[in-house]
């Protein structure tokens, strides 16, 4: 059962546009989310995160929303530029659960982003 | 800063052959992992380390076993390879696990086992 679901295997933007990456969790234990940037034949990369008690994080270019009651979480690139072209990773760990949880952390299927000049 | 240091990148194995991808890193992280990527799949935890001497299962160990003697060092063995295993390994280590910072990732070892 897949715990970290990104549903999109694929999103295509305008440079210069909006990129919203979207991810959905079931395990209601988890309390820290961190997206991942992968280019081709380069280990991935971290690129920003945010903890459970926020709704919102922000950095540059990049901002993580979270909605704890819906269970999911979407990464915002404004604007895009073409060298954000990479396949994004969601990633959740359950940090500071008291049983039952991993602290490890569970990734997602990964969204390919192709950003058109 | 070398960072996380995968060794081979590449390697082709026959099926029933054994080899050895080491997992190298400089940051003095008590803590680090092997994935597997595979297409649709995302990343896998196959095994993790807390510290020099200590190892664990994550999701999909069968088939692999790892080792930690050195706590720069995380070694991730196949000791009878199957093209089961054909896969993009990645090595990361993190300074603990509150990882506000994420893991570091190696740039990846690709095998095919044929």
């Known amino acids: 059962d897949q715990q970290v679901k990104q549903n999109s295997p694929s999103l295509s933007v305008q440079e210069g546009r909006i990129s919203i990456l979207n991810c959905d969790y079931t395990?209601?234990?988890?309390?820290?989310f961190l997206w991942y940037k992968k280019y081709p034949a380069e280990g991935p990369t971290f690129l920003i995160s945010i903890s459970s008690i926020k709704d919102k994080n922000e950095d540059g270019r990049f901002t993580v929303f979270l909605n704890k009651s819906a269970k999911h979480l979407s990464l915002h690139i404004v604007p895009s530029q073409p060298g954000d072209s990479a396949v994004y990773f969601c990633?959740?760990?359950?940090?500071?659960?008291?049983?039952?949880?991993?602290?490890?952390?569970?990734f997602g299927k990964g969204t390919k982003l192709t950003v058109n000049p | 800063n070398a960072g996380v240091t995968q060794t081979p990148k590449f390697r082709v194995l026959k099926t029933g052959q054994s080899m050895t991808l080491l997992c190298a890193q400089d940051?003095?992280?008590?803590?680090m992992y092997w994935y597997r990527q595979d297409p649709g799949m995302g990343l896998r935890l196959i095994h993790y380390?807390?510290?020099?001497?200590?190892?664990a299962k994550g999701e999909v160990p069968d088939g692999y076993n790892v080792s930690r003697l050195k706590k720069q060092n995380f070694l991730l063995g196949l000791e009878s390879a199957a093209p089961s295993q054909t896969s993009v390994y990645f090595c990361?280590?993190?300074?603990?696990?509150?990882?506000?910072?994420?893991?570091?990732f190696g740039s990846g070892t690709r095998l095919t086992v044929v």
């Open positions: 380390s807390v510290g020099e001497g200590t190892t």
């Open positions: 990633a959740a760990s359950a940090r500071f659960a008291s049983q039952g949880g991993s602290e490890k952390l569970v």
């Open positions: 990361a280590s993190s300074y603990s696990d509150f990882f506000r910072d994420g893991y570091t």
């Open positions: 940051m003095n992280h008590e803590y």
């Open positions: 395990n209601s234990m988890f309390d820290y």
